[in-house]
């Protein structure tokens, strides 16, 4: 990590960022990760270019910036995080920008604890994961273009109202779909405790391997608990993340007997051809493969 702190200056120096596509006001907003990229796009609709720091299919929690990440940032006009501990990372790499402000689009958002692990206590940072709470992000990055950019405030608003409409539309199917599922079978088994906000709004029970990415994962001990726990609760299917190791739970599953379901997405859209390239359809792909899962059982 230390080398490439060393470089930094000298690149932005060399305009790190040359060849990419400017905006049509210069204004870039940049985001940690590609959910909050494309949330920040819904908004934005083509007044303001939006980058995600991160791509698709890279694991948020314990990314390494590198030279040329600060060097984007330099230049940004504006930096959306998500918070509550996701970017763990963050605090060294702020601490290297010069006077680019960052919004918080998790402010209002009373988190739900974590409920093992090292972080035991800590915010649960996947608030994105409930649709409901999403239109709090909605709200906070309309706010924040609106502050950045009060020109086209109109605009952002107009896009924020109709984005949430969706988003509460979404909200109704996924309840619907998920309340044909008898109560004794709401099992959402995971590798990362990634789902406690969707599971509180749909009445879900949730199981998983480890509490959150960037901490130990799959030790003998989170693999002992969570066979007991399966069986116990006598759960048909289990399932894992895009953007970790899945060969834990897929041990899981063949100690257990059951079927492994596939996978969710959670910290990080695919890109546009595959199973999640939106915030929206990442909701859609987890229930349908959840709801599938517990149908073929």
């Known amino acids: 990590m230390r080398g490439w ?5 000298v690149l932005v120096g060399l305009g790190g960022c040359q060849g990419e596509p400017s905006a049509p006001d210069g204004r ?33 929690h314990g990314y390494e910036p590198t030279p040329r990440d600060l060097a984007r ?47 035991h206590h800590q915010p649960n940072p996947h608030a994105w994961m409930s649709p409901r709470l999403a239109l709090i992000y909605v709200e906070n990055i ?16 107009q896009n924020a109202r109709r984005y949430q409409q969706e988003i509460k539309q979404l909200d109704q199917k996924l309840k619907q779909s998920l309340g044909v599922i008898p109560a004794s079978q709401r099992y959402l088994v ?33 693999i002992r608990k969570t066979i007991e726990q399966v069986r116990a609760s006598q759960v048909p299917v289990v399932f894992c993340e895009s ?24 910290d990080s859209l695919t890109a546009p051809g595959g199973a999640a390239p939106t915030y929206l359809k990442l909701l859609e792909h987890n229930v349908n493969t959840l709801i599938q899962g517990l149908k073929t059982n």
């Open 190 to 222: 995971s590798c990362e405790g990634a789902f406690s906000y969707l599971a509180r709004d749909y009445g879900l029970k949730e199981i998983y391997l480890w509490p959150i990415n960037a901490e130990q994962q799959g030790t003998p001990q989170q």
């Open 73 to 119: 940032a330099q230049k940004a006009s504006l930096i959306l995080e998500n918070g509550f501990g996701l970017e763990r990372w963050a605090e060294r790499f702020y601490r290297n920008l010069r006077s680019v402000p960052r919004v918080t689009v998790t402010a209002g958002i009373t988190p739900l604890p974590i409920q093992s692990g090292s972080a």
């Open 142 to 157: 309309r706010q924040a273009l609106v502050q950045l950019d009060p020109a086209n405030a109109a605009i952002y608003t």
């Open 28 to 60: 870039v907003v940049l985001t940690t990760f590609t959910v909050l990229a494309d949330m920040t796009r819904q908004v934005a609709g083509e007044q303001i270019r939006v980058e995600s720091l991160t791509k698709p299919g890279v694991e948020i």
């Open 243 to 266: 953007t970790v190791n899945d060969q834990v739970q897929k041990q899981v599953a063949k100690e257990t007997g059951v079927k492994f379901g596939g996978i969710f997405y959670v």
């Open 5 to 9: 702190w060393l470089g930094v200056w």
